[in-house]
């Protein structure tokens, strides 16, 4: 099916929940509001004219800079597509710069579960009925989030459990742990059954 007519299902479907319907570069774009994602992608998944049972992909956008209105600051895309049938459509649920949270799809698809980690760690859009919603990359107690339009390029200087870190490193050094050991050279793993090295007695 081309990804237009999928498109059209959706609209036809959830009339009023699609906010726009675009096609740029030979890709279709579908914006719907929030409050049913689950139940928008879940027809798409269910659907036996759509089948959409692969979550491609899954990320935040910030269109902070975004000049026509009736959007939101907000996106959450959701890149789907169909193994079986071999089409694919992309879907951008909107959300305001007041709420940018929107529910978990990982009852849908259970990839998405970090790829909704690492949206709320880098974009700070939460995910309602996550199981499991803290930060990916990033230290528990930082603060911001990086790809925000407003977060400074060069950052918000040194994280504050920098110093904590550097001390740890340095009391297991006294014990004879190097951060930039490599281990036992290649070649030189001796006897996995003894526990033994090369050259030992």
């Not at 929940?17 to 992608?41: A, H, K, N, T, Y």
């Not at 579960?113 to 930082?142: A, C, K, Q, S």
Request: with cysteine.
């Amino acid at each position: 099916m081309e990804s237009m007519a999928i498109a059209d299902g959706l609209q036809a479907r959830f009339p009023e929940e699609i906010l726009q319907c675009f096609s740029f570069q030979g890709q279709v774009g579908v914006g719907i509001r929030p409050d049913r994602v689950v139940e928008i992608l879940g027809w798409l998944r269910d659907d036996q004219a759509m089948r959409m049972d692969h979550l491609r992909s899954l990320c935040g956008v910030d269109n902070a800079r975004r000049k026509n209105g009736g959007l939101g600051r907000f996106e959450v895309v959701y890149n789907l597509y169909s193994i079986a049938l071999r089409h694919e459509i992309r879907i951008r649920a909107q959300l305001t710069e007041e709420d940018p949270s929107i529910d978990s799809v990982v009852s849908l698809w259970s990839g998405a579960d970090w790829m909704e980690r690492e949206t709320y760690d880098l974009m700070g859009i939460r995910f309602n009925g996550h199981p499991n919603l803290r930060r990916v990359l990033l230290p528990d107690d930082w603060e911001g989030h990086p790809l925000r339009k407003e977060y400074p390029l060069r950052g918000r200087g040194e994280w504050v459990g920098i110093t904590d870190l550097q001390a740890k490193l340095e009391e297991l050094d006294a014990h004879g742990f190097k951060a930039d050991d490599p281990g036992p050279e290649a070649g030189d793993a001796g006897d996995a059954a003894t526990g033994k090295r090369k050259g030992d007695c």
